[in-house]
């Protein structure tokens, strides 16, 4: 009697179907069917014609662009990543909170807004264009600026994920191996990155999948010249706007396996990062 | 003479920490820095290691100007309280690392490294876990791995900080009993910090008592646990029974208190104060005592006796549970201490050189 009552009594029997039932539907309507949906378009008139899009010129230079991006934003994210996580987790100095918040800035910020900065800065008639016109270099719509303005958007993401690991394990690993007679660089190759590979791995991750996907930044930026400045996102938005929908959706395709193998990458990393 | 340490100071921001260290430690000696947290002994030991840096004063070891040296240059072994091993390198990686990471004109062969890594691991009785990870070692076998990886680059002076600190209690004797017995086979000058006094008391030669950054006496633990030189020494060596007494003639007077037991001091007339151990008074049953019992617990073995006077001193005393079959709650007592220390009222004896009052037990001796 006891347990019928219990058991009748029990309010939510539903609700966690009802959830269920709500997650699954949230994320096929938003998530998983727009993705399918991408492929599917994007093979909709047969191999061949995908193939022929995605080796269309403009597109063939514009993964080339958003690689080169992704390939030199990385190593400049690693180093200044760690330089500052360490700085930070190492050292107490006035400035050191300011510092810290000015790191997290860009994720706070539009990264349209960031493209406008750099657009005030860098342009013609911005503070430094005179100056950069005369030297006869050349920041806005071509690489440098691009790969800037890729770098202001994606800079946080390793100090984030290297930091709170680093404050967690606190310096005395490092003061060991100092008063054994290791060099500092001996300190940094055999403790300090060792124990924050795993963090460092996934940091490297997150900023890669966001300098290849960046849009709103990078579109106020490069100019996007067909064939020279225009990266990935960019030429989707383009061949979508030309009403070729098969190259826009091969493209955007492209983009997604990109995003996949990152994501797949990712959750591997992530459950050793946390470790 | 091997390290020396002169009018060492430090100050972090406005904070002083150390206020004028001077130690000499022998070769071979086994010192132990005692005192409570905040007592500056943890930074003297980094300092010792080259891990912090004084504002003033001097650090040599045998001439050698250390304040001039990188830790590393300096070769000492320093075991952290939480031991900080690697924790991606087995035991046997973390022992090997301090050869490992040498200049290769200076580096023992690979052959070499394995055999002195072998060689600490058996000293160590550690051989089993040679291809552990920290992470699957108990506290005890981390504490181990730790001196280990501090002894095999043979280091000049040891330096230990809390090194039981993290353990329980039986594990706690028995690594103490095995430190002495590293400490006394390979001679190695070792400092180790702690605010155990019967860590401190049980392992080292010779004993600093620290307190508000500057060392209030330094000796051997019997010489120290019989002549407290401060008040405060007193007080941290469990005399924690303060009795304002009145001196004449050598001799100290309280009202309700028998000091006939106590030897004469030549400490002038004029007030004063009397440190006891509890375990050291005698409540004695005495109608016409000022002193009444308060309260009385018993701890097992012990009886914990409470007394106060009408002026409102309250005294502690602890005797055996069958020397106090007599006493009752608001009896009248005499307390009658059988040793103490004291000390003028507001100074410590003669400056903070080692001091030699007399005790009742030597006086009878």
């Given at each position: 009697m006891n347990a019928m009552t219990s058991g009748s009594a029990r309010p939510g029997r539903h609700v966690p179907l009802l959830l269920i039932a709500l997650a699954i539907t949230l994320t096929a309507v938003v998530v998983a069917v727009p993705l399918v949906y991408i492929l599917w378009r994007a093979l909709s008139e047969g191999f061949a014609v995908f193939a022929q899009n995605i080796l269309a010129p403009d597109t063939?230079?514009?993964?080339?662009?958003?690689?080169?991006?992704?390939?030199?934003?990385?190593?400049?994210?690693?180093?200044?990543?760690?330089?500052?996580?360490?700085?930070?987790?190492?050292?107490?100095?006035?400035?050191?909170?300011?510092?810290?918040?000015?790191?997290?800035?860009?994720?706070?910020?539009?990264?349209?807004?960031?493209?406008?900065?750099?657009?005030?800065l860098y342009g013609r008639q911005g503070l430094l264009g005179p100056a950069l016109a005369e030297a006869d270099v050349t920041v806005l719509f071509a690489l440098p600026g691009i790969v800037m303005v890729t770098l202001f958007v994606t800079s946080p993401f390793v100090t984030r994920e290297v930091l709170p690991l680093m404050q967690a394990q606190g310096s005395e690993q490092e003061q060991a191996a100092l008063t054994l007679g290791a060099t500092g660089w001996q300190v940094f190759r055999r403790v300090t990155l060792p124990n924050i590979r795993w963090a460092l791995l996934y940091g490297a991750v997150l900023a890669t999948a966001r300098a290849v996907g960046e849009f709103g930044a990078v579109s106020v930026v490069s100019g996007a010249i067909r064939g020279q400045t225009n990266t990935l996102p960019l030429q989707v938005e383009l061949l979508f706007n030309d009403l070729n929908t098969v190259g826009a959706f091969a493209a955007a395709s492209t983009l997604t396996v990109i995003a996949l193998i990152v994501l797949v990458v990712k959750t591997l990393v992530e459950g050793r990062a946390r470790t | 003479m091997s390290l020396v340490i002169s009018h060492l100071?430090?100050?972090?921001?406005?904070?002083?920490?150390?206020?004028?260290?001077?130690?000499?430690?022998?070769?071979?000696?086994?010192?132990?820095?005692?005192?409570?947290?905040?007592?500056?002994?943890?930074?003297?030991?980094?300092?010792?290691?080259?891990?912090?840096?004084?504002?003033?004063?001097?650090?040599?070891?045998?001439?050698?100007?250390?304040?001039?040296?990188?830790?590393?240059?300096?070769?000492?072994?320093?075991?952290?309280?939480?031991?900080?091993?690697?924790?991606?390198?087995?035991?046997r990686d973390n022992i090997a690392f301090g050869l490992s990471v040498r200049p290769r004109g200076n580096r023992p062969d690979r052959a070499g490294i394995a055999d002195r890594v072998g060689r600490l691991l058996r000293f160590l009785q550690i051989e089993g876990l040679a291809d552990r990870y920290p992470a699957e070692l108990s506290g005890g076998q981390r504490q181990r791995v730790a001196l280990g990886r501090a002894m095999a680059i043979e280091p000049r002076v040891l330096l230990l900080d809390e090194p039981f600190g993290a353990l329980d209690a039986q594990v706690r004797r028995d690594l103490r009993r095995w430190l002495r017995g590293v400490h006394d086979s390979t001679g190695t000058t070792t400092i180790f910090v702690t605010h155990d006094q019967e860590e401190a008391f049980e392992l080292a030669d010779r004993?600093?008592?620290?307190?508000?950054?500057?060392?209030?006496?330094?000796?051997?633990?019997?010489?120290?646990?019989?002549?407290?030189?401060?008040?405060?020494?007193?007080?941290?060596?469990?005399?924690?029974v303060e009795v304002p007494v009145a001196m004449r003639a050598g001799r100290a007077e309280a009202a309700g208190l028998d000091l006939t037991a106590l030897p004469r001091r030549a400490i002038p007339d004029g007030p004063a104060t009397l440190f006891l151990r509890p375990a050291d008074i005698q409540p004695l049953p005495d109608p016409a005592a000022p002193f009444r019992v308060t309260e009385i617990v018993s701890t097992g073995a012990l009886l914990r006796i409470m007394a106060r006077d009408d002026a409102g001193c309250r005294i502690e005393a602890e005797i055996p549970r069958r020397d106090g079959r007599d006493l009752r709650e608001g009896q009248p007592v005499a307390l009658r201490p059988v040793t103490g220390q004291i000390f003028p009222a507001g100074g410590t004896l003669a400056a903070r050189a080692p001091a030699t009052p007399v005790t009742l037990k030597e006086a009878f001796a």
């Open positions: 063939l230079h514009a993964i080339w662009l958003t690689t080169l991006v992704a390939v030199i934003t990385l190593p400049v994210n690693l180093a200044v990543g760690i330089a500052a996580a360490w700085l930070i987790a190492r050292f107490t100095f006035p400035g050191r909170k300011a510092l810290l918040t000015l790191i997290e800035l860009p994720f706070s910020i539009s990264p349209i807004i960031a493209g406008v900065c750099y657009l005030l | 100071a430090r100050r972090f921001g406005p904070t002083p920490v150390l206020r004028g260290i001077d130690l000499a430690v022998e070769q071979r000696e086994l010192i132990a820095l005692l005192g409570p947290s905040g007592s500056g002994k943890t930074t003297l030991l980094r300092i010792i290691a080259g891990l912090d840096w004084p504002d003033a004063g001097g650090l040599s070891f045998d001439g050698d100007d250390w304040l001039a040296r990188s830790a590393g240059e300096r070769r000492i072994g320093l075991v952290f309280q939480h031991y900080a091993l690697f924790p991606h390198m087995t035991v004993v600093v008592v620290m307190n508000a950054g500057m060392i209030e006496q330094a000796g051997r633990p019997d010489e120290i646990y019989d002549h407290p030189a401060t008040p405060f020494v007193a007080r941290f060596l469990g005399l924690t």
